[in-house]
């Protein structure tokens, strides 16, 4: 076997790490199941998205996460779509590891119309300036020789 090979784990060693992963057990009795850990909710969820508008159909997850990762880690993107036609709806909420990160997407990404101006998360006037920033996180991966999109 080759030196860069990772060796394989036994079926055993396999099994126990599933186990591991496991978020419920049985009761004593078993018959009722509850969590190993009681569930805590993520804090600060609100103040950790930003919404965002303005955006073309064809829009995907991967674009926005790249776009948005230049301010923070992008944990979580949801692009609504209609049930009908299965298309975009032309906005999105992008959740943050931190508030600093949601708070720097604000400022760097925002962009609202003149008679939005005092809402935040409006991103951007129209479809030249979204193009501009794709581009602009385009040419910042291309520039970077360890590969990560920041």
Not at 8 to 31: A, F
Not at 51 to 76: A, D, Q, R
């Amino acid at each position: 076997m080759a030196e860069t090979e990772k060796k394989k784990k036994s079926p055993r060693k396999r099994m126990k790490g599933i186990y591991d992963r496991i978020i419920q057990q049985l009761n004593e009795e078993k018959t009722k199941v509850k969590r190993k850990k009681p569930y805590t909710p993520p804090k600060d969820t609100d103040e950790r998205t930003v919404y965002v508008e303005c955006l073309p159909h064809k829009t995907n997850h991967e674009w926005i996460s790249t776009l948005f990762s230049s301010c923070g880690k992008v944990t979580y993107v949801s692009l609504p779509k209609y049930r009908s036609t299965g298309d975009r709806k032309g906005f999105a909420f992008v959740e943050f590891e931190d508030v600093e990160s949601a708070r720097k997407a604000c400022e760097e990404l925002n962009n609202p119309p003149v008679e939005a101006a005092n809402k935040p998360g409006k991103f951007p006037k129209s479809n030249k300036q979204l193009l501009y920033y794709r581009d602009r996180v385009a040419g910042q991966n291309q520039g970077n020789d360890s590969g990560s999109i920041c």
